[in-house]
């Protein structure tokens, strides 16, 4: 009998080998659909002028395009995976989203699932990404949460509008990846799509995906922290993001079942400016990173914990460093490493491009990055240390706080050269 391999349509094995394959999400009206007031919990910092968005987003697939890079949308694979699953997967995708939209049962779910269920895949998936509003809907509740409670709230399912930053609801490890269950509730229905898409598109249902850690979880971990160093490293953020403990059940799933064997955990300040580790380190090259100075302590400073496998199954060995440099050149078997400082390590221009994603850049190729145009002092140190940098335009995605590892979800890229 023929024996046939099957080859996965993820294979992710680096920050920097040949980007070949990444998904992407255009910006759409969910990033003008809240009000000033929504804003912190929408993690959002102010509201984007959407042509705009949609114009700078539109440039920066085009510069992947320009290199060779395959672009796919999430809108548009989530409603090819609804399409190839028929109606029982449609209903059960929608079923869960008015569940974790708050609407398990009741008079408000029958019409939400009228209302939405009357759409084609593509409009229903774009409307719900949209958020639905009260007003778009002929029907009145009356029961008393919506009376005495919400009666001045405007939607009934909120729009997602960081959903562009595909980095975060899942990641790509290897020939795998791992679909979050993420912090907030503002971005935690995110991953619903990715996991459908997992699961019924053709491209990706059936085909020997390994998924390391899917969404039904309690502990917490987002894309932005998890970045794959090489084919056996992994460093990955304790951080606003991610908890530890989520950190220690990836671990385990990897060394039990993949071919990593290194995990390294940063742990870098919990707050909003910072709220991913690649808000502030990012891999460029094979022997290059990104650094923001705001993360390091007195000399340089970090706490680190690089994990192995224990000696018994399931186990975890645990090795405390502060020396960053030291611990990436002994994991990744360096003679020395280039940590590039954001704003060229000046404590204004730093604090004032890291939180215009100065830090967060998206290697396309070993030493090839993309970056934000505004973050001019960063990007000419880049150059300087013999990046080559290709600058996409960033008024408004900015206004988000994330760059461009952030809107960018690697799914295939090339192996790196031994
Ligand atoms: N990887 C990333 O750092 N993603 C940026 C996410 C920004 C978004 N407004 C958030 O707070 O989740």
Redesign the pocket.
């Known amino acids: 009998m023929e024996v046939t391999q099957m080859t996965s349509p993820i294979h992710n094995y680096s920050e920097i080998g040949k980007l070949k394959t990444v998904l992407l999400k255009r910006p759409g009206r969910e990033i003008e659909n809240f009000t000033p007031e929504m804003m912190p919990r929408l993690?959002?910092d102010d509201i984007p002028y959407l042509p705009i968005a949609q114009k700078e987003h539109d440039y920066f697939a085009d510069t992947l395009r320009d290199n060779g890079v395959e672009v796919l949308y999430l809108e548009k694979l989530s409603a090819e995976a609804l399409d190839a699953g028929g109606e029982e997967v449609r209903d059960h995708f929608l079923e869960q989203m008015l569940t974790e939209s708050g609407y398990a049962s009741g008079t408000i779910h029958d019409a939400l699932k009228e209302y939405l269920g009357s759409m084609s895949n593509q409009d229903m998936v774009v409307k719900i990404m949209a958020g639905v509003r009260k007003n778009e809907l002929d029907f009145v509740p009356k029961d008393l949460v919506s009376c005495a409670e919400n009666q001045d709230y405007e939607f009934y399912m909120d729009p997602m509008p960081?959903l562009y930053?595909t980095?975060?609801p899942s990641a790509c490890i290897g020939d795998g990846l791992s679909i979050n269950h993420m912090t907030?509730p503002a971005?935690q229905r995110e991953s619903l799509f990715n996991e459908t898409i997992i699961k019924y598109h053709p491209r990706f249902a059936n085909q020997g995906v390994h998924v390391w850690r899917d969404r039904n979880h309690t502990t917490r971990i987002?894309?932005?922290d998890e970045l794959v160093l090489n084919d056996h490293v992994m460093a990955i953020g304790v951080s606003q993001?991610t908890s530890a403990d989520a950190i220690q059940d990836i671990a385990k799933n990897l060394f039990a079942h993949g071919q990593y064997d290194t995990v390294i955990a940063i742990k870098i300040p919990h707050n909003?400016a910072m709220?991913?580790l690649?808000?502030v380190f990012t891999m460029i090259n094979y022997d290059q990173f990104t650094v923001h100075p705001g993360i390091l302590g007195k000399g340089g400073q970090i706490d680190t914990w690089t994990i192995t496998p224990g000696q018994n199954k399931g186990e975890l060995n645990l090795q405390h460093d502060t020396d960053l440099k030291k611990v990436l050149k002994a994991a990744l078997h360096l003679d020395d490493l280039d940590l590039i400082p954001t704003g060229n390590g000046d404590p204004i221009i730093a604090g004032r491009e890291q939180w215009n994603d100065g830090s967060?850049t998206l290697a396309i190729a070993p030493g090839v990055v993309v970056t934000y145009n505004r973050n001019y002092v960063s990007n000419e140190l880049l150059r300087k240390h013999g990046l080559k940098v290709l600058e996409v335009i960033s008024s408004e995605l900015s206004r988000?706080?994330?760059g461009p590892?952030?809107m960018s979800c690697p799914i295939v890229r090339e192996d790196l050269k031994k």
């Open positions: 993690l959002f960081n930053f980095r975060d907030y971005r987002e894309g932005g993001r909003h709220m991913h690649d808000t967060n988000g706080r994330g590892r952030c």
